[in-house]
């Protein structure tokens, strides 16, 4: 079993940034693929982006790429979401997710595990 938290989550200013991070406990995360994704208010949980067994492999949903960087420290067994360039449309609960097949998959059905959740707020 993998227990996933999430913190760095608040309020910021459209084109300000924002660092979430994803601490897991119970298990290593070296073995799993770990991803974020994000549910705004009447919104279905979408993908943001997903990170290999090493940094090497990511994957970003469109919307965020070139502003959002995903990346792990399997030392620390913790992962990272570096937010820049925040829009409001990026509102929205971020969550911290770990798969164990390998496949940096970008549907949130084919991951195993989830934390809770952290608010993230861009708003002037």
């Known amino acids: 079993q993998v227990q996933l938290v999430e913190s760095g989550g608040g309020l910021v200013q459209p084109g300000g940034s924002l660092r979430l991070s994803c601490a897991a406990s119970?298990?290593?995360?070296?073995?799993?693929?770990m991803g974020w994704f994000r549910q705004a208010p009447g919104a279905e949980r979408e993908f943001v982006a997903a990170?290999?067994?090493?940094?090497?492999?990511?994957n970003y949903a469109d919307p965020v790429k070139g502003r959002f960087t995903i990346s792990r420290d399997n030392t620390k067994n913790t992962i990272y979401l570096q937010m820049s360039s925040l829009k409001p449309e990026d509102t929205a609960i971020y969550f911290c997710?770990?798969?164990?097949?390998?496949?940096?998959?970008?549907?949130?059905?084919?991951?195993?595990?989830w934390g809770q959740g952290t608010q993230v707020t861009v708003s002037s």
């Open positions: 119970g298990r290593t995360i070296r073995g799993y693929v």
């Open positions: 990170v290999g067994w090493n940094s090497g492999r990511t």
């Open positions: 997710a770990a798969e164990s097949s390998g496949n940096l998959y970008s549907s949130r059905g084919q991951y195993d595990y």
